[in-house]
């Protein structure tokens, strides 16, 4: 899941988003509508269906981030 929120720092499209995260088809659906649901990403852009993290979606990255940090204490 982190994968993706790193993937969708730039905007993208689900192919690029699935290849940058390396999930399949079916694990990056369930993903992104996980993180949609939790607006962590949001759809940019309906026409070129695009995908970008938003600002929830850092924090939550961040946090992720500092956890993993802790752990390798």
């Not at 905007?11 to 399949?24: I, N, P, V």
């Not at 949001?42 to 938003?54: C, G, N, V």
């Amino acid at each position: 899941m982190t994968s993706l929120l790193e993937a969708a720092k730039e905007e993208k499209s689900r192919t690029h988003l699935m290849y940058a995260s390396e999930l399949d088809s079916r694990g990056l659906k369930k993903y992104l509508n996980f993180l949609i649901s939790k607006n962590f990403v949001e759809l940019q852009s309906r026409s070129a269906t695009r995908y970008r993290i938003t600002a929830k979606g850092l924090e939550f990255l961040e946090t992720h981030r500092r956890l993993e940090s802790l752990q390798k204490v």
